[in-house]
């Protein structure tokens, strides 16, 4: 038995950010295809019905404004409607500025409960509000909060929101005459001026009898090749930028030639955010700011994917508010620069084709899995601390899923006693339920809290392509589809990393950053800090840290930067190339069906030629296997090698970064030895250390969270082909010209390494002055011990003296030195149990020994 479509949530769980073609029949769930309207209807039919149901809703929106609505059509069976909200006045009986709400009703058939859609003006939000049958069984419009859509009593403000909007351009300029208005207010032929240049009419307002026709056609048109008191270059950007403008503005559907044009990017963003900013607070939220740029922004030649990259570089508050003004400020410096580089993008052929989604799969199937599930894990705890946090569908026991607000999750399985208030639907205590979203902010935690699955690139990017509501709830329920959209939108734009000149400049920036000693060099442990900040290069963690193992460090752990960025600016654009990965990707997948073909076959023909061998007729010489050791012992051996060295006995078990270095690259102890570790696979260990703030290794996290990713390597055969012997030739990435790199963009900028032995002097100096004001102290404290020493032997004396028993002449003890070691020998004490305790002490006995072996001498 099919669920009631009533209790169907949208396609997605949220509002469907899509046109109205997705309430075809073969789009909606569980609607089947009406049949055709016939041509005349009885004053029960449909459409008599879908409009009082629709006078019902409209009604309850408002109290101020009146509605009229019309009938727009049948269409498959869906029967539309135009409600036009309007607000006369006495002074203005025929209102200038008009709300149309276009409504859609899908009639009931059988045991199909009727649907009720609406979108307002020409938005691409779909709302929906709820059907259900009253005691005489007549379908009505049920009143309170709706599902996923505008707050119960917020629909008059929103209205208000419209014509103020509407108003606003009006004033600017821009034609916004109804229908009623334009047969009526079409001006005499006598009040036009036609201005020969370009054909545009000019109101009569405008006009004056003082004014030639030049100084009129001035003042009504702009004109953006017009000269000014500017010259050379200025007066050349000024006329590419007002060109820039002018096409920007024409592609969004926002020039006219009645005003003048915004002169920049950042004078038109500051216009139209100040427009959108209704409460005049200078913040707006994300979802508002993404919905604005994504209609202005494509006019400069950016795709959805540079908007989304925009978007990174803006910073949010915690609520998930931008900062208007900021915004504005950083436009012109991104947005430009964002353009050039895709323009060249597509003019060198890329990408070239679409990658299959399957090869994403195929690729990258079992590292999403296992990303997704170590998501899911971390929003479930982060919603189980507050409940307010997150979105729940609550799944009921005939299978239909609602959307639950967090107060129905706190009373679900309550008793009987508790109810959802806004008219939400009450919870059976027996109903599950799964998240569905979570606030933005802590969205954003929970992926930065996964640093050894997700790169922060790929959380920036995840973050700008979540659904997301206006209440700053992102959705999480399809998360193994979005990070596959992900990955395969990062090989379609890939404007940085398949531009060797780009690609260099960014990694160097970076480099530079993070900072380098006077020869251009890095700890092994520091160079992921700089591939983590590389924006522009959205690739995934696991790609980070194939390039980490193709690191060559010195016996100290340093990595020389020309060498390793040469390496990367060859690796990277052969990784993010999409031809190149979709050839990959096919290979793979035809060796991997030739691979399970071979299995099957060699398993039907041992089964088929089992025998029983004789011993010594025909044995083959035994194969040798390469010995792996599995996951949970390299942890656990990891662990005690490193707790066997570590002598801090800190609550938290940390080493210096060297000392691991040394025990990892030039393995000496055979526990290491034995565990067969690749010398790239090491590499990339040691460069996955993370230093706390004393610069130690907390190890038992490092080896948990890391060994992990070595063995899931291993499985992977695309990336996994990188650490393989003969990778450049095999795979077809080219060798990089170190000295064209250098030349193009030098890893060292000018005074780098004098600055560097400058203050390396001056830290020496600093030191040496230390040295010498520590010097001078001693000489005075010895005094002063001396002199301490003295009294308190003296005072010794005299309390012994008045012992009862005692005498002054008696021999004292005296606290033991080279002289009287064997007089006075000192007890010897036991060193404190615990880790290390035999080692301490048989450093503690050999110790004692010299000592009396050196009062022997000195006797």
Request: with cysteine; hydrophobic share 35%.
């Amino acid at each position: 038995m099919s669920p009631a479509i009533a209790n169907t949530p949208p396609l997605r769980g949220h509002l469907a950010r899509t046109g109205w073609g997705v309430l075809s029949g073969s789009k909606l769930p569980g609607l089947p295809t009406p049949p055709s309207t016939p041509s005349s209807r009885s004053p029960s039919s449909p459409e008599q019905e879908g409009k009082r149901l629709v006078s019902e809703v409209a009604s309850s929106w408002s109290q101020k404004y009146i509605f009229h609505i019309r009938y727009g059509g049948t269409r498959e069976g869906r029967i539309h409607y135009e409600c036009i909200f309007s607000r006369p006045t006495d002074d203005k009986p025929v209102p200038t500025m008009v709300v149309h709400v276009h409504f859609m009703f899908i009639p009931g058939s059988g045991a199909q409960a009727p649907r009720l859609f609406f979108r307002f003006e020409e938005a691409d939000l779909r709302h929906e509000w709820k059907l259900v049958k009253d005691s005489a069984g007549v379908w009505r419009a049920e009143m309170g909060q709706q599902s996923m859509s505008l707050r119960q009593n917020a629909f008059e403000r929103f209205l208000d929101s419209y014509v103020r909007s509407k108003d606003t351009i009006r004033q600017r300029g821009i034609n916004l005459k109804t229908m009623f208005e334009e047969p009526r207010l079409v001006p005499p032929p006598a009040c036009e001026h036609e201005v020969a240049r370009t054909g545009s009419k000019l109101p009569f307002s405008r006009m004056s009898s003082t004014h030639s026709r030049k100084s009129e056609a001035s003042e009504g048109e702009f004109r953006p090749g017009a000269r000014t008191p500017q010259s050379g270059r200025k007066v050349e950007a000024s006329r590419e930028m007002a060109e820039t403008m002018e096409g920007a503005l024409k592609a969004a559907n926002m020039y006219s030639t009645k005003v003048v044009p915004p002169s920049s990017l950042a004078e038109l963003l500051a216009n139209v955010l100040d427009a959108a900013d209704e409460d005049n607070i200078g913040k707006m939220s994300h979802y508002e700011v993404s919905r604005l740029l994504m209609a202005t922004l494509p006019g400069f030649g950016l795709e959805a994917w540079d908007i989304h990259r925009f978007l990174t570089y803006t910073k949010e508050d915690a609520e998930g508010f931008i900062d208007s003004r900021a915004l504005v400020d950083m436009s012109q410096s991104i947005v430009f620069p964002l353009s050039k580089r895709r323009k060249e993008y597509a003019d060198r052929g890329f990408p070239g084709l679409e990658v299959p989604i399957e090869s994403i799969r195929h690729c990258f199937g079992d590292e999403i899995t296992l990303t997704v599930e170590d998501l899911h894990t971390q929003f479930e705890a982060c919603a189980a601390v507050d409940p307010s946090r997150a979105l729940y569908y609550g799944v009921g026991d005939n299978g239909v899923r609602s959307v639950l607000q967090s107060r129905d999750v706190q009373t679900a399985g309550s008793g009987a006693g508790s109810r959802p208030s806004n008219g939400q639907e009450d919870v059976d205590g027996d109903e599950e339920k799964e998240l569905m979203a979570l606030k933005r902010r802590y969205v954003r935690e929970c992926l930065n809290a996964l640093i050894e699955r997700i790169s922060p690139q790929e959380s920036a990017m995840l973050m700008q392509m979540l659904p997301e509501d206006e209440s700053g709830f992102v959705m999480i329920d399809e998360l193994t589809e979005r990070l596959e959209h992900l990955r395969a939108e990062a090989l379609h734009n890939a404007v940085v990393p398949c531009s060797v000149k780009f690609l260099r400049e960014h990694l160097v920036t970076r480099f530079r950053e993070v900072g380098m000693d006077e020869f251009g060099r890095m700890k092994l442990w520091k160079i992921k800090e700089a591939l983590l900040k590389c924006q522009e290069i959205c690739i995934s963690r696991l790609q980070i840290h194939v390039l980490l193992c193709l690191a060559d460090p010195n016996s100290k752990g340093d990595v020389k930067v020309d060498i390793f960025a040469g390496m990367c600016s060859s690796i990277i654009p052969h990784m993010c190339n999409a031809k190149i990965f979709a050839a990959t990707a096919e290979r793979l997948m035809l060796e991997h069906a030739e691979a399970a073909k071979e299995r099957q076959n060699a398993e039907l023909a041992a089964l088929g030629a089992a025998r029983v061998a004789t011993p010594g007729d025909g044995e083959e010489a035994p194969v040798e296997k390469k010995v792996e050791v599995d996951q949970e012992s390299v942890e656990r051996t990891l662990i005690q090698v490193f707790s066997l060295v570590d002598d801090t006995r800190k609550p938290t078990p940390v080493l210096p970064p060297e000392t691991i270095f040394k025990l990892l690259i030039e393995p000496t102890d055979q526990q290491i030895q034995g565990l067969c570790l690749d010398e790239l696979e090491a590499t990339g260990l040691v460069a996955e250390m993370n230093l706390d703030a004393n610069g130690e290794v907390p190890y038992h996290d490092f080896v948990k969270r890391w060994v992990p990713i070595m063995f899931e390597l291993r499985k992977n055969p695309l990336l996994g082909a990188y650490l393989k012997n003969g990778a450049a030739e095999t795979l077809g990435f080219p060798e990089p010209n170190f000295a064209e790199l250098e030349a193009f963009y030098p890893l060292l900028p000018p005074g780098h390494k004098q600055r560097i032995l400058e203050q390396k002097e001056r830290e020496r100096k600093a030191a040496e002055a230390a040295a010498a004001a520590t010097e001078e102290k001693p000489a005075e404290g010895r005094r002063v011990t001396k002199e301490r020493r003295a009294a308190t032997k003296e005072r010794t004396t005299r309390r012994i003296s008045t012992l009862p028993g005692s005498r002054a002449d008696d021999e004292v003890c005296r606290l033991p030195s080279k002289g009287n070691a064997l007089s006075c020998p000192v007890q010897e004490q036991e060193p404190p149990p615990g880790r290390g305790y035999q080692r301490r002490k048989a450093m503690q006995r050999s110790q004692t020994e010299g000592n009396l072996c050196a009062g022997v001498t000195d006797a």
